[in-house]
């Protein structure tokens, strides 16, 4: 059985990658501000040290997630 709706939806959002640097440079912002910027990471599958290489990538899921709190 195929999933639908909302369940459906996030499962072809999981399907896209956001580069690692975008949510590098939004943590970075956050941290300038004077912010606690280890609050973004919470619960995520990935750390600030994954997004220290160049090449990494991030479920545009996670992503959404990491934004909003930010």
Known sequence: ???????KERQMLGLFLVP?????VLA???RQLG????????GL???PD???SNDSRVFVTDAII?????
């Open 1 to 7: 059985m195929s999933a639908s709706g909302p369940d």
């Open 20 to 24: 690692g640097a975008y949510l590098r």
């Open 28 to 30: 970075e912002t956050v």
């Open 35 to 42: 912010y606690n910027d280890r609050l973004l990471y919470e």
């Open 45 to 47: 599958e990935f750390s």
């Open 50 to 52: 994954d997004l220290k």
């Open 66 to 70: 990491m934004a909003k709190r930010a």
